[in-house]
């Protein structure tokens, strides 16, 4: 009998992290840019987005909630069908997924510690 595979984060870390960077598009992107060596007017109009912040690092919140849930809820280990996690994988996808909630705190916390380095 063929086990079907089991249910991955990897969707939820994903929105995790394309929503930390919509939060952070305000003051990470320009930031970035200028360091690459692209400039322009238009650079200046990614604040606009700021009012967008809130939002963002809420949806950032939910899928990272969404994938602690599912790594660590009580389905993380065996499903109702059968099909069991091996062990050695579910330390390995808890890991990938506090790397990169690390990540994603550093870019939601960009705005906050950026006044110290500059």
Do not use: E, H, K
């Not at 970035?32 to 060596?37: A, D, E, P, Q």
């Amino acid at each position: 009998m063929v086990q079907p595979p089991p249910q991955s984060s990897l969707p939820a870390l994903l929105g995790a992290a394309v929503a930390a960077i919509g939060a952070s598009v305000c003051c990470v992107v320009p930031l970035v840019l200028v360091l690459l060596g692209i400039s322009g007017a238009w650079i200046a109009n990614l604040t606009a987005l700021d009012a967008w912040r809130p939002w963002f690092s809420a949806a950032t919140l939910v899928c990272l909630g969404w994938a602690f849930w599912m790594l660590y809820g009580p389905a993380s280990r065996c499903r109702i069908d059968g099909a069991c996690v091996d062990p050695s994988r579910l330390r390995r996808r808890r890991r990938w997924l506090w790397i990169a909630t690390g990540l994603i705190a550093l870019l939601l916390l960009f705005p906050y510690y950026i006044g110290w380095f500059l």
